[in-house]
């Protein structure tokens, strides 16, 4: 079974700042995904990646896959940013198994 | 492009009784998951259909059903409901192993 470890759970930041948002898990991966979820529930896939480094306006993702781990940085952070930012690896065999998720980190963006 | 659709919205049912939840894919998409979101659990994986064929299951009873049709449009079943199926349940559709588009989920009360 995956264990997909976040941090922080909760993280409260003045506008402006550099954020960023740590995942580990515990088995091999054939993908890792980023969502964000806003009050609402619903959820927007904001990166999938295997190796290496996304970059995507001010958010940016890196996948270490040796160190099984993963990290989500937002630049010059906004009030609209605040959501809850859940990775979810994809574990190997082909992509055959369903995707495992992290407990979320609660993201507030104060002005 | 029409997103993920999900339907209904909103649902109240009684301890005991069936449920059926509908999801309509991304023109084209193949492959629909289906995952339950609650506070004390967050996101789990149900299962997923590709083509018509439950590729995967997650670690939920028998209660838990689902189904895909020949135009990729999914129902998932739960029978004879508990208060802790109380959830927000959501479908995902993809293009085998690339980003997932999920619906606004259906937000589940049973009372």
């Known amino acids: 079974k995956n264990e997909v470890e976040q941090s922080p759970q909760n993280l409260t930041a003045q506008e402006g700042e550099f954020i960023t948002i740590n995942c580990s898990y515990s088995?091999?991966?054939?993908?890792l995904h980023w969502l964000q979820q806003h009050p609402g529930g619903g959820i927007v896939s904001l990166f999938m990646?295997?190796?290496g480094k996304k970059k995507h306006g001010r958010l940016i993702a890196t996948i270490n896959i040796q160190e099984k781990h993963s990290s989500l940085h937002i630049t010059a952070s906004h009030p609209r940013d605040s959501a809850v930012y859940i990775c979810?690896?994809?574990?190997?065999?082909?992509?055959?198994?369903?995707?495992?998720f992290g407990k979320g980190t609660h993201l507030i963006i104060q002005p | 492009k029409a997103g993920v659709t999900q339907t209904p919205r909103y649902l109240i049912k009684t301890r005991g009784q069936q449920v059926t939840l509908s999801c309509s894919p991304i023109?084209?998409?193949?492959?629909v998951s289906w995952y339950q979101q609650t506070p004390g659990q967050g996101l789990q994986f149900l299962f997923e259909?590709?083509?018509?064929?439950?590729?995967n299951k997650g670690n939920f009873p028998g209660r838990f059903s689902g189904r895909q049709f020949s135009n990729s449009r999914s129902e998932m079943n739960v029978s004879t409901l508990e208060l802790g199926d109380s959830a927000l349940y959501l479908c995902?559709?993809?293009?085998?192993?690339?980003?997932?588009?999920f619906g606004s989920g259906t937000r589940l009360t049973v009372v």
């Open positions: 995902a559709s993809s293009l085998g192993q690339t980003s997932y588009t």
């Open positions: 088995v091999g991966i054939s993908a």
């Open positions: 259909y590709f083509s018509e064929t439950q590729r």
């Open positions: 979810a690896p994809h574990p190997g065999r082909g992509g055959a198994d369903g995707l495992t």
């Open positions: 990646l295997s190796s």
């Open positions: 023109s084209g998409h193949r492959s």
